[in-house]
């Protein structure tokens, strides 16, 4: 009998999991918020629904009788596995995906079973923020305790601007509560893991690039990863290991986990850890791209109870890839350049732009990842060569504005 799929998101990051599941012979039920969402065009059941309701979504996995659920690229694993609890369905114990969903929650496991990460306060009003940041070594970073995609996270100077990053960070905060952060300074990493049968297999493991961060200050805008790390190889070993200790901390025993850690002093220290898959095409394109290793159709068969293919994540190859994001001034777009020149550069791979970067459409100032309007991703046999293609097609496409 065929194995049916509520998939919570239909955007067109989820698409890709549509497409691996149809491949795999499975029946999509996709659930998205979006009418017009792309993949649930191409669902084999598409429902217009809100993918943060538990009672919902349990209706739709009893009227279907679903025999997994899953997202991708979405900041809800709490949600995936209230339902598959309540289902009796393959998933991530509650209580685990919500130490892992809770900043303040995640940071205060990694104190207590001392994984290296950032020294931190919490608060949950301004005045305590004043207060607590006051204790702190400036600069710090302040963040809302239950949000992604760097929506309310901004780097603090001085205390004189503590009130301002406290406004921005609880806007994004459901609890109302904002997490103060040690600032740290050094290279950046992002991991990518599964975890299946008692073991954690790492397969993405990408330098972030923060060569904006001083353009979009105090915002923390990320300009995309590129693939290999230039890292040794010994020190990518012990990133690896940490990040490793810090699911085993949190107790992620199911599916996956995506990590950002920093090199402080040449130390590893764990940033974020969260049990989803990374957006950003990240996940499901720049690590295939690069290895031929691709856990979306692993982490489909895990969610469905089914055995886990293990050629998805054999190493076939080792190539290079990188992402750049195209950042045009704040203003009204009146003229797009040069897309299709871009796109038949040898080496790229996908040219993206919002559905609402067109002409007569506003960009606006950059203050999350959300904002960012669209991106490249190349390929290359070296680091260097997929660089220089990204960064060849960021200066050639022209987003003009006025």
């Known amino acids: 009998m065929q194995k049916k799929l509520l998939l919570l998101g239909a955007g067109f990051e989820q698409k890709i999991v549509i497409d691996h599941a149809h491949n795999l012979g499975i029946h999509v039920i996709a659930v998205d918020g979006d009418p017009n969402a792309q993949g649930l065009k191409i669902a084999d059941t598409s429902i217009v629904g809100n993918i943060k309701n538990v009672d919902e979504l349990c209706a739709i996995a009893k009227k279907y009788s679903v025999n997994g659920v899953m997202t991708h690229a979405v900041e809800i694993p709490h949600i995936v596995s209230r339902v598959s609890e309540r289902m009796n369905l393959p998933g991530l114990p509650s209580e685990i995906a919500d130490r892992a969903t809770n900043k303040l929650s995640r940071i205060k496991c990694f104190k207590d079973k001392k994984i290296p990460s950032p020294a931190f306060e919490f608060a949950s009003s301004k005045d305590e923020a004043y207060q607590k940041a006051k204790t702190m070594k400036f600069p710090i970073v302040i963040k809302p305790i239950d949000n992604a995609g760097s ?21 994004f905060s459901k609890e109302k509560t904002v997490l103060l952060e040690e600032f740290l300074v050094g290279p950046e990493i992002s991991t990518e893991s599964i975890i299946f049968n008692g073991k954690i297999i790492t397969t993405g493991f990408a330098d972030r690039n923060y060569s904006t961060k001083e353009r979009f200050k105090p915002y923390m805008i990320e300009n995309g990863h590129t693939i290999p790390s230039i890292l040794p190889s010994d020190t990518q070993r012990k990133i690896i290991q940490v990040a490793e200790d ?9 599916g996956v986990a995506k990590g950002d850690l920093i090199l402080d002093n040449n130390e590893p220290k764990v940033l974020e850890m969260a049990a989803r898959t990374s957006g950003g095409r990240f996940a499901s394109d720049m690590v295939p791209l690069s290895s031929g290793v691709d856990i979306i159709p692993a982490l489909i068969q895990m969610s469905l109870g089914l055995d886990v293919n293990v050629e998805f994540l054999r190493i076939k190859y080792k190539k290079a890839a990188a992402q750049r994001f195209f950042f045009p001034p704040p203003g009204k777009i009146i003229n797009i350049k040069n897309i299709d020149r871009a796109k038949s550069i040898p080496g790229v791979y996908e040219i993206f732009l919002r559905t609402d970067v067109k002409i007569g459409g506003i960009i606006k100032p950059i203050t999350n990842h959300s904002d960012r309007v669209g991106y490249v991703i190349t390929s290359g046999n070296t680091r260097d060569q997929a660089v220089n293609i990204s960064e060849e097609v960021v200066n050639m496409v022209d987003i003009e504005v006025r």
């Open 246 to 254: 810090a699911i085993r901390a949190i107790g992620i025993n199911f």
């Open 151 to 171: 929506r309310g996270v901004s780097k603090i100077e001085k205390i004189e601007n503590i009130h301002r990053g406290y406004d921005d960070a609880i806007l």
